[in-house]
């Protein structure tokens, strides 16, 4: 298994403009990453391509994944088509820089869209999105994220409901626990469409703690902490892992409540460790 790193982890600085993809791929590589993986809302193809196979080739790293953050779960037509065309840029994007692998999401849930309808959406969205990433040799996979594909079972259903070679699951270790749901017996559920996977972690905490997420029952709440240092069985996943013979990429999203290039930094050496062992 190789290590990387999503620009996620490290998101303030690129909202703030302080720096670009290309200064996040240093950092990367500082910080002993071989791969990023790269997301389409920080992304500006005219600037960033040059810059970022400039810095790719320079430091030797890997694009491992582009990140597309589309929503299906959208009431209008025009809501929709951007959804799928956020999914097609970042497969080009993909195709060019030389990864294999797009994370997309299901979509986010709103008022007056049920799960019912909002699932029709999202099948109907991938399967067109899987069909133009086969084209050109890409495979997307759907992070487990949300109340719309939040839990093992719900993204096995829209895996197995689109049905195509061309999507399949973003392991979010870290995203089980804010839906209630173990992180190991979840893995069982998805381990045949496992092609990507997310290391994060959170730790269960007191209702009212500094930077809480509170779960989608309502019942308990987790703040973010290094890979390993919380309640996903970050290390017992690796050794699953390696027990089905996965050899893709495992990306560091630190969610923290460090500085985040501190966190993020911790979090690519303890993961790096765990990965070796």
């Known amino acids: 298994m190789k290590v990387s790193v999503s620009v996620w982890s490290v998101h303030h600085y690129l909202y703030n403009g302080s720096w670009t993809n290309a200064d996040f ?3 990367a590589a500082s910080i002993g990453a071989q791969g990023v993986e790269l997301l389409s809302i920080f992304w500006n193809a005219e600037t960033d391509v040059p810059a970022v196979r400039e810095a790719l080739a320079r430091t030797g790293l890997k694009l491992a994944c582009f990140g597309a953050c589309n929503d299906f779960a959208n009431a209008t037509v025009e809501g ?3 959804a799928l065309a956020d999914i097609k840029n970042s497969v080009d994007m993909a195709a060019l820089l030389g990864a294999s692998v797009v994370r997309v999401f299901a979509g986010d849930t709103k008022e007056g869209i049920g799960y019912d309808q909002g699932k029709v959406w999202i099948v109907e969205g991938l399967q067109e999105a899987a069909a133009y990433a086969q084209s050109r040799n890409i495979v997307l996979c759907l992070e487990n994220h949300g109340v719309f594909a939040g839990r ?4 096995k259903e829209i895996i197995e409901q689109v049905d195509s070679p061309a999507l399949r699951s973003t392991y979010d ?8 749901q173990d992180p190991q017996p979840s893995f069982d559920e998805l381990a045949p469409y496992i092609s990507h996977v997310h290391a994060k972690d959170f730790k269960q905490v007191e209702e009212g703690a500094e930077g809480a997420y509170r779960t989608l029952s309502g019942k308990s709440f987790y703040v973010g902490v290094v890979p390993t240092a919380g309640d996903a069985s970050v290390a017992e996943i690796i050794v699953k892992l390696k027990a089905i013979g996965y050899k893709g990429w495992m990306s560091v999203e630190y969610e923290g409540l460090e500085e985040q290039k501190a966190g993020t930094s911790r979090a690519v050496e ?3 460790g765990t990965v070796s062992v």
């Open 152 to 155: 093992s079972e719900q993204v």
């Open 80 to 82: 929709r088509a951007a």
């Open 173 to 180: 270790m870290g995203n089980f626990l804010l839906v209630d």
């Open 270 to 272: 303890l993961l790096r």
């Open 25 to 27: 791929i240093d950092y």
